[in-house]
């Protein structure tokens, strides 16, 4: 198999990576695997759960991302990985993991990817999904309330105090690692008809 093409697509959170993630992967289904920075979020079990909604979880420090860089060489050498699965709800990782087998092509999604070096440099394209502040909050309340069972309080809080100022501090600054910006997330046809012509050629050639 030809070395992987590694896709990095990152942005705010409510930006519309999942959206543009999507079609990449229905563009190039079965030939792709992902791995999502959420899902190596550290371990809290040994804190009690008070002290788990405490954390910083829009800090890089709140991310085990020497693991994925790890899962992420294991697969440029061909090797299948057993990614971490996260219980938002608990704020513990689960026990089960989720089995990751090398693909032609790897998407690596997270809101604080571009903000380490060490996964920047493994990518062969970094995407940045931008959005306006106000829909990608609406987008965060929806997904909060709907799949991880926190009240709106909770959510704007976390917002005010954590988000916002991470966002400001290192999701927006590591924009200009980028090699291409979809603007308007998921709404953008003429942006990710473009990505994916790009991400064609780079399977195409890539050796």
């Not at 440099?121 to 709907?146: C, E, Q, S, T």
């Not at 603007?183 to 994916?196: K, P």
């Amino acid at each position: 198999m030809k070395k992987p093409v590694i896709i990095g697509i990152a942005g705010g959170s409510g930006s519309g990576k999942t959206t543009v993630q999507r079609r990449v992967m229905d563009k190039f289904s079965p030939d792709i695997a992902v791995l999502d920075h959420d899902s190596y979020y550290r371990d809290l079990s040994h804190l009690p759960h008070e002290e788990r909604t405490k954390v910083n979880f829009d800090h890089p420090d709140s991310l085990e991302t020497e693991l994925m860089v790890r899962h992420v060489d294991s697969l440029l050498k061909g090797f299948a990985v057993e990614k971490p699965t996260y219980d938002f709800s608990k704020h513990s990782r689960a026990d089960k993991v989720e089995r990751i087998t090398p693909k032609p092509v790897i998407i690596v999604e997270g809101i604080l990817i571009f903000a380490e070096p060490e996964l920047r440099k493994r990518m062969d394209l970094r995407v940045f999904v931008d959005a306006d502040p106000d829909i990608r909050l609406i987008r965060r309340i929806r997904r909060d309330i709907h799949e991880r069972g926190r009240s709106i309080e909770s959510i704007l809080t976390q917002y005010e105090k954590s988000v916002q100022p991470m966002y400001m501090e290192f999701v927006e600054p590591s924009k200009r690692f980028a090699d291409i910006i979809i603007t308007r997330g998921g709404h953008n046809e003429a942006g990710i008809s473009m990505l994916l012509a790009h991400v064609e050629q780079l399977v195409a050639t890539n050796v």
